[in-house]
């Protein structure tokens, strides 16, 4: 379905998304999709068998102060899925409105989801909260990552001012799994401080939950950052978690894939299957 689009020069747009998947037979459909505004996705396509990959759209390939996106995706017991994005998702300065990103995944049963979008780039002066909050079953398994570059170092500016928001929750069973909160400032301590982004302009971290035994030391061996940037890889609990901290966005990807190919087989009992569109 597709609703009317609105956008007015103080409010700005006023997206959302709904996706819900579920299983019929062997093959797990988009059974539910409704959308307003410049959200979208495409056709579901099957690169391997039964488990489908969308890609999620935002047409005008921005977002600006005012912006509010909201993204729900569902996936009803026994559904697995791979959602991810065709390109880096911008936010552009702002001239003091806030733009705001919400997502909420929920699995149910035994559901399987992969949330993997590409990077995010906050412009300067930018003013944006980003939040995802996962709600998990004890039986659901969930690898996601983000990926984000504060300014555009590759063309030599700097994240000098704006604020940028952002928080990851991870439930189960309504009980708190993870909770991750950062806030950056223009300019500020935290963008040069070693316990922060230690001058580098680009973040990223994985999260895994399901069956991750062992996993941690295979990726320590396995996987490593190029010369001047950081990767490590730790067992928290439940939870799995990889980060990357290094100035290009080609690197983090590099780093986080070569992990996800470790984890897949593992946690979701398939072996990797990388999106087309990583490779456009």
Not at 131 to 136: C, G, H, K, P, S
């Amino acid at each position: 379905m597709n609703g009317c689009p609105v956008q007015t020069d103080t409010s700005g747009w006023q997206a959302s998304l709904q996706l819900g998947f579920e299983r019929r037979g062997a093959r797990t459909v988009l059974a539910h999709r409704l959308h307003r505004g410049p959200l979208g996705v495409q056709r579901a396509f099957y690169p391997e068998q039964g488990w489908p990959h969308v890609y999620i759209l935002h047409p005008p390939g921005g977002v600006v102060g005012g912006d509010v996106l909201n993204i729900d995706v569902t996936l009803q017991a026994g559904a697995q899925a791979l959602v991810t994005s065709p390109a880096a998702a911008k936010f552009y300065r702002s001239a003091g409105e806030q733009a705001q990103l919400h997502q909420h995944l929920k699995l149910h049963g035994n559901a399987m989801l992969e949330w993997l979008p590409q990077e995010t780039i906050y412009y300067s002066a930018a003013e944006v909260d980003a939040r995802t909050r996962v709600e998990l079953d004890a039986d659901s398994r969930f690898i996601g990552w983000d990926m984000f570059c504060l300014g555009r170092p590759a063309a030599g500016e700097g994240f000098t001012q704006g604020h940028i928001s952002q928080r990851l929750e991870i439930w189960r069973e309504g009980m708190p799994l993870w909770l991750e909160q950062a806030a950056f400032a223009g300019d500020g301590e935290m963008l040069d401080a070693r316990w922060g982004m230690a001058g580098r302009a680009l973040a990223a971290t994985l999260v895994a939950v399901g069956d991750t035994d062992g996993l941690a030391e295979q990726i320590h061996q396995q996987v490593s950052a190029t010369e001047g940037d950081h990767f490590a890889v730790s067992q928290l609990d439940d939870v799995l978690v990889c980060r990357y901290l290094g100035t290009e966005a080609q690197r983090a990807r590099q780093c986080l894939a070569s992990a996800w190919r470790i984890i897949r087989p593992q946690v979701m009992g398939r072996a990797a299957c990388e999106p087309r569109v990583w490779n456009t």
